[in-house]
C-alpha cells in the first residue's frame, strides 16, 4: 500500500501537486507558441510573397505536417522518454523556423518553393507538448478524480492560449515586421520545452523502450485499436468546430455586421468551452469517460441544430456559448478514456491520435462548410454541422471492458 496522502480533488490540489506548477508553466510557455507562429508565419509569407494563394498553401503544408505526423511524434516519445526525443525536436523546429524568418526577411526575397519545404519541415518536428503534459498529469494524479481535474485545467488552459496567441501576435504585428512573431514563437518553444524537460516529473518518465519485447510489439497495432472509439469522438468535436467557424464568418458578412462581430461570436463559443470544462472537471462523475463521451458528442451537436434558428448574431452567440458548454468536456472525456484504455508507455500516442482527430475533424469541417456555404442556407448549414455530430455520437457508443483504471476507480469509490 502507498503511503500517499489522500488529496481532496480541486483544481487547487491539482497545482499542489509535486512538481506539477513549475511543469505545467513551461508546458504553457511552449504551447502558447502553437498559437503565435501559425498566424505570424501566414502573415509573414503572405508579406514575403505578395501571393495569399501561396501563403495558403505554406499554411497548409504545416499544418498538414504538424497534425498527421504527431502520432509518429508520440510514438518516438513513449519509446525513448520526454528528454531524449523533445530535445532534438525542439532543436529542428527552431532551427528551421529560424531558417525560415530568414528567408522571408525581406519582401520579394523568398522562393515558394523553398519556403513551402522548409515550413513543412518546420511542421514535422512541432514537439508534441500537450500530449506529453497529459502524460505527465497521469504520473502526477494520485487518483482519478484528480487527474480529471488536471485534464479539465490543461484543456481550458489550452483554450485561451489559442484565444491569446493571435491577441498576441497582433500587438507584435503592430510594433514590428511579422517576422517578428515567428522568432517570439520560437523563443517560446524554446524556453518551454528547455524547463519542461529539466522538471523531476518528467526526467522520472521511464520511456517505453525499456519494456519487453513482446509489449514493444503489440503497443503500435493496440494503441490505435484501443483509442478509435475517443479519436472518433474528438474528430466529430473537430468537424463541428472548423465548420462553425466559417459559417459564423458567413452569416456575420451576409447581415453586413462588423469584421469584430466574428470575434466576439466566437468567443463566446470559447467562453462557454471554458466554462464547460472547469464545471466538468469539478463533477465527481461516477460514469465511465467512455459512457459520457457520446453523451456530450449528442449535446454539442443538439446545441448546434438550434443555432440553425438563430434570428440574429446575439441569438446566435448565446447558443454558440451553450454548445461551447460541451466542446472542453468532451474534448477532456475523449482525453480521459483514451487513457483509459492505453497501458503507461503509450499514453503520450494515445493522447496524440486524439488531438490528431480533433485537428482532422476541424480541417474537413472547414473545408466541408467551405462547399455548404456557397450552395445552402446558412441555417442548413448549422443543421447540417449539427447532424453530423449527433451522426458521430452513435460510433462513440458502444460495449467495451471495462479499463483497470476504471476497476480501480470504482474500488476506491
Known amino acids: 500500500m502507498s503511503s500517499t496522502p489522500v488529496v481532496r480533488p480541486s483544481y487547487a490540489a491539482v497545482l499542489q501537486l509535486p512538481y506539477a506548477r513549475r511543469t505545467f508553466a513551461a508546458a504553457l510557455l511552449g504551447r502558447l507558441s502553437y498559437g503565435v507562429v501559425p498566424l505570424s508565419v501566414m502573415l509573414a509569407v503572405t508579406r514575403a510573397t505578395g501571393s495569399y494563394a501561396v501563403a495558403g498553401t505554406v499554411m497548409a503544408l504545416f499544418g498538414?505536417?504538424?497534425?498527421?505526423?504527431?502520432?509518429?511524434?508520440?510514438?518516438?516519445?513513449?519509446?525513448?522518454?520526454?528528454?531524449?526525443?523533445?530535445?532534438?525536436?525542439?532543436?529542428?523546429?527552431?532551427?528551421?523556423?529560424?531558417?525560415?524568418?530568414?528567408?522571408?526577411?525581406?519582401?520579394?526575397?523568398?522562393?515558394?518553393?523553398?519556403?513551402?519545404?522548409?515550413?513543412?519541415?518546420?511542421?514535422?518536428?512541432?514537439?508534441?507538448l500537450g500530449p506529453t503534459m497529459r502524460a505527465v498529469w497521469g504520473r502526477l494524479a494520485p487518483d482519478r478524480a484528480l487527474l480529471q481535474r488536471a485534464y479539465s485545467l490543461d484543456g481550458v488552459a489550452e483554450e485561451l492560449l489559442f484565444v491569446s496567441g493571435p491577441l498576441v501576435v497582433g500587438v507584435l504585428v503592430g510594433l514590428a515586421p511579422p517576422t517578428a512573431g515567428i522568432v517570439f514563437g520560437t523563443c517560446l518553444m524554446a524556453a518551454g520545452t528547455a524547463g519542461f524537460v529539466r522538471s523531476p516529473a518528467v526526467r522520472g518518465m521511464r520511456p517505453a523502450g525499456r519494456a519487453t519485447g513482446e509489449r514493444r510489439h503489440e503497443a503500435p497495432r493496440g494503441t490505435l485499436r484501443a483509442i478509435l472509439r475517443p479519436v472518433v469522438g474528438a474528430t466529430g468535436v473537430g468537424l463541428a468546430l472548423g465548420a462553425v467557424d466559417l459559417i459564423v464568418v458567413a452569416f456575420v458578412g451576409q447581415r453586413h455586421y462588423g469584421d469584430d462581430a466574428v470575434a466576439w461570436t466566437l468567443a463566446a463559443l470559447s467562453a462557454g468551452s471554458a466554462v464547460g470544462g472547469l464545471l466538468n472537471g469539478a463533477v465527481p462523475w461516477r460514469t465511465p469517460a467512455r459512457v459520457r463521451l457520446p453523451l456530450l458528442v449528442a449535446g454539442l451537436g443538439t446545441a448546434l441544430l438550434c443555432a440553425a434558428l438563430a434570428p440574429n448574431l446575439v441569438t446566435l452567440a448565446l447558443t454558440l456559448a451553450t454548445a461551447g458548454l460541451f466542446v472542453a468536456p468532451a474534448l477532456t472525456t475523449a482525453y480521459l478514456s483514451a487513457d483509459d484504455t492505453t497501458p503507461p508507455e503509450s499514453r503520450v500516442r494515445a493522447g496524440a491520435w486524439v488531438n490528431t482527430g480533433v485537428n482532422a475533424g476541424t480541417t474537413a469541417g472547414a473545408a466541408g462548410a467551405g462547399l455548404l456555404v456557397s450552395g445552402v442556407s446558412l441555417a442548413l448549414c448549422f443543421a447540417a454541422t449539427g447532424a453530423a455530430a449527433l451522426l458521430t455520437a452513435p460510433a462513440v457508443a458502444g460495449r467495451a471492458r471495462r479499463s483497470p483504471r476504471e476497476v480501480a476507480g470504482s474500488v476506491g469509490a
Open 64 to 128: 498538414g505536417t504538424s497534425v498527421f505526423l504527431s502520432p509518429a511524434r508520440a510514438a518516438l516519445i513513449d519509446r525513448h522518454g520526454p528528454c531524449r526525443a523533445l530535445v532534438p525536436m525542439a532543436a529542428a523546429y527552431c532551427a528551421l523556423l529560424g531558417l525560415l524568418t530568414a528567408l522571408v526577411w525581406r519582401p520579394g526575397s523568398a522562393s515558394p518553393l523553398v519556403v513551402g519545404a522548409v515550413t513543412a519541415a518546420a511542421g514535422a518536428c512541432t514537439p508534441p
